[in-house]
């Protein structure tokens, strides 16, 4: 039997073997959950990694930043190898590299090395993640794939969850490096896991060949794209350095559309952006990114440095978000194949919406009651959005194009990460440097000079006072809570910012509807 979606013939991809599709829904939800694990462990580790290296600010970006570009550099690629070549091998070649590249970075004391080798773990991240959204594309009929992904995303979040607890415990009780090392175990059984019951390895789009120029001209293009948006802060969003970056995306951008609409063998079929749903579910998943990532960056930092938590504290206090997610997402997913995705997506970014905004006027010593109803609301919307998107875009996608479509979903979040956390963190940084001087003479401390407000506001945007040595206990309270204030300021920027995409957000999730041909091209008995 054959389907048309999105205007592409599609062609049987049915995978075969010992596992049946819940089967293989627990052997990939264990190599994401390592990989979701990994990201809010680090976010707890961040301030731990700051004072043990003596990192700025910038550096501990680069740890979230580098990865995140190396993701979205390859995730499209990593796709098409999926399809390519199977999603089984490409999931667990993405598995151990992932394991291997964690063990190395916890035995780094140098925060160059780390950069670097978490850039190399964006690379197999890239390789483990569309493979494994593949994998359920595969096993799944499409009627069923929605249930499929908001169990996935349920496991995300337990993952997401146990992060922040598991890591406040181990950088207090052992070392930030172990928050690395605790992957080698994960990445170990779901190898192990993954090698029993996935299904053999069976190419879903033998007859393509590699695009090579394609490959080249996307990850060019996603690479100054990205990089651009990283280094926009440092070099200055009006520096000919930050347009000639984007520049040159949008060039290398227009190039690869040229390319890929003549190719014999594209590596993203244009064909996929006839479906409208699909195109939107990629926009809404960029800009619920751009929320998330960009705004609860500070979160850390602001519960630690600022609200005088300790990393499992503000693990503790990061939980009522991530038990909105684990519950919300498999809810979603049957909620979503009863009415369908607009409105359950269009109400869950309303949501996400309404707790950034209330997020944006924490004041310095935030309750938990205060925090939890917020966080909640956050993981809860978050959880239907990110179900929705990602059965839209993967779901309007043929069985063949399983790979891309996965690669697409998560290089637009990881790209909406990016810009969020650059975008956000400038936005802060810059009103930092506006309020810092005011803050600091209502604390009767001497005014500032440009320069000296230029050489503390990124200090200050991380939430770290900057107490001169041997300053007396009075100086120090003074600047420290100037500094809080500051940083206070800039945050609740970032965070009303990040609202009000999410409204944008909103309005378009209204124009999702379900796909017009939600036939599988196989429907494997579950």
């Given amino acids: 039997m054959s389907t048309t979606v999105a205007g592409a013939p599609a062609t049987t991809g049915q995978a075969t073997g010992r596992g049946g599709p819940w089967a293989t829904l627990v052997a990939v939800a264990l190599g994401v959950v390592m990989v979701a694990l990994d990201g809010t462990i680090v976010a707890i580790a961040n301030p731990a ?20 570009l190396a993701l979205a550099v390859f995730l499209v690629t990593a796709g098409k190898l999926g399809d390519r070549f199977g999603h089984k ?29 978490r850039v190399l773990q964006g690379v197999f991240g890239a390789l483990l993640q ?9 096993a799944f009929p499409a009627n069923r794939l929605n249930i499929a992904i908001g169990i996935w995303g349920a496991a995300i979040g337990v993952s997401t969850a146990a992060g922040p607890i598991v890591g406040g415990l181990l950088v207090e009780h052992v070392s930030w490096q172990s928050v690395f090392f605790i992957n080698v175990p994960v990445g170990v059984v779901a190898l192990a896991v993954g090698l029993l019951v996935l299904p053999r390895n069976r190419a879903v789009d033998r007859d393509s060949r590699t695009d090579v120029p394609g490959i080249a001209l996307l990850s060019v293009a996603m690479f100054a794209l990205v990089f651009g948006v990283i280094k926009a802060s440092d070099f200055g969003w009006s520096s000919w350095r930050t347009i000639g970056l984007f520049a040159g995306a949008l060039a290398f951008g227009v190039l690869f559309v ?25 926009a809404l998943m960029m800009l619920m990114a751009f929320a998330m990532f960009g705004a609860l960056f500070f979160v850390t930092f602001y519960l630690q440095l600022v609200d005088g938590l300790s990393p499992v504290e503000s693990g503790v206090r990061i939980l009522p978000m991530t038990a909105g997610m684990v519950f ?12 369908g995705p607009r409105f359950p997506v269009a109400a869950g970014m309303a949501g996400v919406a309404v707790a950034l905004f209330g997020l944006s006027r924490l004041p310095l010593d935030a309750g938990a009651g205060t925090t939890s109803i917020w966080f909640v609301l956050l993981g809860l919307g978050l959880s239907v959005v990110m179900v929705g998107a990602t059965e839209v875009i993967v779901g309007n996608a043929p069985v063949e194009l399983s790979g891309v479509a996965s690669g697409l979903q998560q290089s637009a979040m990881q790209v909406g990460g990016a810009l969020g956390t650059a975008v956000l963190g400038a936005l802060m940084t810059a009103r930092v440097g506006n309020v810092l001087n005011g803050h600091w003479t209502d604390q009767h401390l001497p005014k500032l000079t440009p320069d000296q407000v230029d050489q503390a506001k990124k200090a200050v945007a991380g939430g770290v006072a900057p107490i001169p040595e041997h300053a007396d206990a009075g100086l120090a309270a003074a600047i420290t809570k100037a500094t809080n204030l500051s940083f206070l300021d800039g945050m609740h920027l970032a965070f009303t910012v990040a609202a009000a995409v999410g409204v944008v957000a909103v309005v378009l999730a209204l124009f999702v509807s379900r796909p017009k041909n939600p036939a599988t091209t196989h429907t494997p008995h579950i």
Avoid: C
């Fill in 49 to 68: 990694i700051g004072k043990s290296l003596d990192a700025s600010l910038p550096d501990l970006q680069w740890i979230t930043n580098g990865y995140l």
């Fill in 89 to 117: 091998s490409t999931y667990l070649t993405g598995v151990i590299g992932f394991a291997a590249t964690s063990a190395v970075i916890g035995l780094s004391h140098n925060i160059g090395l780390i950069i670097a080798f």
């Fill in 130 to 138: 569309p493979a494994a959204l593949g994998l359920l594309r595969s």
């Fill in 258 to 282: 040229i390319r890929e609409r003549y190719a014999a063998h594209p590596l993203l079929p244009l064909s996929l952006f006839r479906s409208v749903p699909l195109s939107i579910g990629t």
């Fill in 328 to 339: 919300g997402s498999p809810i979603a997913g049957i909620l979503i194949g009863k009415v």
